[in-house]
């Protein structure tokens, strides 16, 4: 099946800093999305991009379905915007597989 | 405008139980999955419902694990004779449109098995 790979699994920011997530997926999707964890573990829908770029705030995506990886970008962090954040994409019909997630620690 | 509902939020019982978690979707939603989601790890997929069509129960873990949907509403995950690894969080999302639409969660069902 279809593997998610996520990098880093982990990244600590000093509050202001920008960073880049990424997401590689080994096989053609039609659809992918990026989440938001936050630390009480409610999931939050960011993105569903299977292909382009989408802006929303300080957050931005990047997908380039043809070489098979995504990008979340978050600028100018904020405390609240730890928590771990998720890829997500289609596998053998609505089957959806995660990745193992980013935790993101921003420091004030 | 409500989101996904889950109930209980939080559940212990013993070894060999059986557990019963409900999740109402969004209203309108014709797409339901659950979700099991271990401490500090990622999310896996159980199972997912289309409106009437036969669910995909290829995430289920075991035979112990069940889950029933009627129509576009209220989903029920079963969980017979309880084992301490099925201790997790038990995450349940919907979706207007399967595979064209993002997935709305619920704050999930944490289930602690003693």
């Known amino acids: 099946g279809i593997q998610v790979e996520q990098s880093p699994p982990d990244l600590i920011l000093q509050e202001g800093a920008n960073s880049t997530l990424r997401c590689n997926f080994s096989?053609?999707?039609?659809?992918l999305q990026w989440f938001h964890q936050n630390p009480w573990g409610q999931l939050i829908n960011l993105f569903y991009i299977p292909s382009g770029t989408k802006q929303n705030g300080r957050l931005s995506a990047t997908t380039v379905a043809t070489e098979r990886y995504s990008l979340l970008y978050i600028s100018s962090s904020q405390t609240t915007d730890s928590g771990v954040y998720f890829c997500a994409v289609p596998t053998g019909g609505f089957k959806t597989i995660f990745g193992a997630g980013t935790r993101l620690f921003v420091k004030a | 405008g409500a989101g996904v509902s889950q109930s209980p939020s939080n559940k212990v019982t013993e070894k060999g139980k059986d557990v019963e978690l409900r999740c109402d979707p969004i209203s309108g939603h014709t797409a339901l999955y659950w979700y099991r989601q271990r401490l500090g790890q990622g999310l896996e997929f159980l199972i997912y419902f289309q409106g009437n069509s036969a669910p995909d129960k290829s995430g289920l873990p075991s035979d112990r694990f069940s889950a029933e949907r009627t129509g576009e509403s209220v989903s029920t995950l079963t969980i017979q004779r309880t084992q301490q690894e099925d201790s997790a969080v038990y995450l349940c999302?919907?979706?207007?449109?399967?595979?064209?639409?993002?997935?709305?969660f619920g704050p999930g069902t944490r289930l602690l098995v003693l």
């Open positions: 999302a919907s979706s207007l449109v399967p595979g064209r639409e993002t997935q709305y």
């Open positions: 096989d053609s999707v039609n659809n």
